[in-house]
């Protein structure tokens, strides 16, 4: 029989005890860096999601656009892909953005493209028998901005030949995928949580079925039953 005076050794936690809260632990900490991570993109997405759903006159920005052109002369670029030749152009007029081809170029001596990025967007013209460049230009006040980069992609799933060729691009289309699939482990994670919560699971799984059936009212219903 132990006696009183005997050290009683701590029970020790069973190994799947250990992981499961060491699993908790580590979702709650994805979820909350995650959410960090995503905090603004998400910000600026539900911000210009309102600014495309609604006509608010304070953020109207095309009106209030600026318009410039002018002529310049350039060097006619080496012979090369149509690619290489355009960024010879923006290079010696001092241009930076993503390209896309306007026109099919059926003309040797005439060269047409535009450059765009957020908040502007250039029309290069060029005349390669003169040497000469008409360069109209536009810029976007802020609002336009931020309206622009909702759905700034650099590629047209209708038009192969305008894809990513700007460093930009690929960086703001990375980084869109990361918000992406930051969003859903998030969701996942609170998943997690909310179904440990046992008080919380009958209002929980309310709440779940209304979201679940107000998406398939909009994915599913709008196309088959109206």
Not at 188 to 210: D, H, N, P
């Amino acid at each position: 029989m132990r006696s009183s005076t005997d050290k009683i050794a701590p029970e020790k936690k069973s190994s799947s005890g250990s992981l499961a809260e060491t699993a908790r632990r580590w979702n709650r900490k994805l979820h909350y860096y995650l959410g960090l991570f995503t905090l603004l993109f998400v910000w600026l997405f539900s911000f210009t999601g309102l600014l495309l759903n609604h006509q608010w006159k304070y953020a109207e920005f095309w009106d209030s656009r600026q318009q410039s052109t002018s002529e310049r002369e350039i060097i006619t670029p080496a012979p090369g892909s149509d690619l290489e030749q355009a960024r010879e152009i923006l290079r010696q007029l001092g241009l930076r953005g993503e390209i896309e081809w306007t026109a099919t170029r059926g003309d040797a001596n005439r060269f047409d493209f535009r450059v765009s990025r957020p908040g502007h967007i250039v029309e290069v013209q060029t005349d390669l028998a003169r040497n000469r460049a008409t360069v109209k230009r536009i810029d976007l006040n802020l609002w336009g901005v931020m309206r622009v980069l909702h759905s700034f992609t650099g590629v047209r799933m209708d038009d192969s030949r305008n894809e990513r060729d700007w460093i930009l691009t690929f960086v703001w289309a990375l980084a869109m995928d990361a918000v992406a699939i930051a969003l859903i482990l998030m969701v996942l994670s609170s998943l997690w949580m909310w179904f440990e919560l046992r008080s919380r699971r009958l209002w929980g799984t309310i709440v779940l079925l209304a979201g679940a059936l107000s998406c398939a009212l909009f994915c599913v219903g709008l196309r088959w039953l109206y």
